[in-house]
Each structure stands twice: as C-alpha cells, then as structure tokens.
C-alpha cells in the first residue's frame, strides 16, 4: 500500500473514530438533540466535550504518524493555507474524511434502529445562522492557531496530541449551546444526511465558518505572523 493510500485510510478511521465516539457520548448519554444543545446543562456538557477531545488526542498518537491526524477538513485546509500539504493531498483528505464522518452516521443510526437524533450539530435558540458561523469561524481560527504552532518546528513536543484534544474540549465547552460545537464540517456532514431537516438546513454554516478560520489562521503561519 503506498504512503499516500495509508494517509486517506488513517484519516478515515480517525475521522469516523471521532463521529462514532463523540455522537455516541450525546445519544447514548441521553443528551441528545431531543432536549435541544442550548437546554444543555454545564454538566451534560462536560461528558460531550471529554468525548470529543479526548479522541482527538487517541487518535493523534494512533494515526498522528501516518496522517498528521486531522480528521477534520477544516484542519486540512488550514495545514494546506499553511503550505504544509498540497492541494492534492488537500482533496484526498477532505474526501477520505467526509466518508468517516458518513459512515460513522450511517452505523449509528443502525445501531439505534432510528436516525431521528444522531448527535447533529444545529444553531441554538436565540442564535442566527449568520451569527453562528462567526463563532464558528472563531472557534476554528483558535483551534487552528493551537494545532499550527503544536506540530510547528518549533513547537512539537511528544504532548502536542493533549494539547490539541484539550483545546477541541475547552472549545466545546465554550460554544456547544451556540452551535453545537462543531468546528469541523466532515462531523456536521455525517449526522446531517441522515436526520434531514433543520441539521441540513444550518449545514452550510459548518463548512464557510469553520474553513474561514483555518484559511486566516493557516495563512498567519504561512506569513510566519506567528513563526518563531
């Protein structure tokens, strides 16, 4: 198997690692869509955002040497606005990535025998969609600027994957009620295709947000803004 094939394949796994983990902590949990993500309490919360995180930083020391662990495209376009990847490693990615997330979906609404709540992500009550995709757009610009400068010459050091897992879990933490903390189109995609309704509807904010952040912080390494 070639190098590039192992990349897509480990970015496949750790992407649909990180749906099938992290929406199964919201449905399992009973924390699902069915209270609503802005009805959340700060202890339900808490579950949510370690599942995330914490299979993150798994999945950085599993497939972090293969892939770069990214498992996220809004990661892969802000690692290629760095100029760390090329466009057409960009695109397997991107690609490798939103089946992950589809088919992590696809078992989970198997599993439990409806796809009525999959642990979508959609905009909370007394939140627009233009104002969700800022803090979207927010939450990936920082969340980009900690995995940058982490795996960066300078920066890497052998806890880069905690630092990184610990950063998705306090940006959860932060946004979740907002937007469902998403921060990450591949993970909206997956839940989306199969619940319909208002998780496609705010779809859209979950791929322009999330890539805006990555491109700006991405271009701000690339500049070397914020190179040592």
Same mark, same amino acid.
């Given at each position: ?5 192992? +990349?897509? %394949? ?8 990180? %749906?099938?983990? =992290? ?29 995330? =995180?914490? /299979?993150? /930083?798994? +999945? ?28 057409? /490693? ?47 757009? %927010? ?9 940058? =400068? ?10 880069? =994957? ?45 791929? %322009? ?20």
């Amino acid at each position: 198997m070639g190098m590039s094939t192992k +990349m897509y %394949v480990a970015e496949f796994i750790g992407t649909f690692a990180l %749906v099938f983990i =992290g929406c199964s902590a919201i449905m399992i949990g009973g924390l699902g869509d069915a209270l609503g993500a802005d009805k959340l309490g700060a202890v339900a919360l808490l579950p949510i955002a370690v599942a995330f =995180g914490m /299979t993150v /930083t798994a +999945m950085a020391y599993g497939i972090g040497p293969v892939s770069g662990c990214h498992v996220n495209p809004a990661v892969s376009v802000g690692v290629w606005a760095a100029g760390r990847i090329d466009t057409a /490693t960009l695109i397997g990615y991107i690609i490798a990535q939103c089946l992950g997330a589809i088919v992590a979906s696809l078992l989970l609404s198997l599993f439990l025998g409806s796809a009525a709540h999959l642990g979508e992500t959609t905009v909370g009550a007394g939140f627009t969609q233009f104002s969700g995709m800022i803090i979207e757009a %927010v939450a990936t610009f920082l969340f980009l600027v900690v995995i940058l =400068g982490a795996t960066s010459k300078n920066g890497t050091t052998p806890v880069a =994957g905690l630092a990184i897992g610990i950063a998705l879990m306090v940006i959860h933490l932060a946004i979740i009620k907002a937007t469902g903390s998403s921060v990450n189109p591949a993970r909206s995609l997956g839940p989306a295709l199969f619940v319909g309704g208002k998780a496609m509807g705010d779809l859209w904010i979950y791929f %322009v947000g999330p890539v805006i952040g990555a491109a700006a912080a991405g271009y701000l390494y690339r500049a070397q803004i914020l190179e040592a």
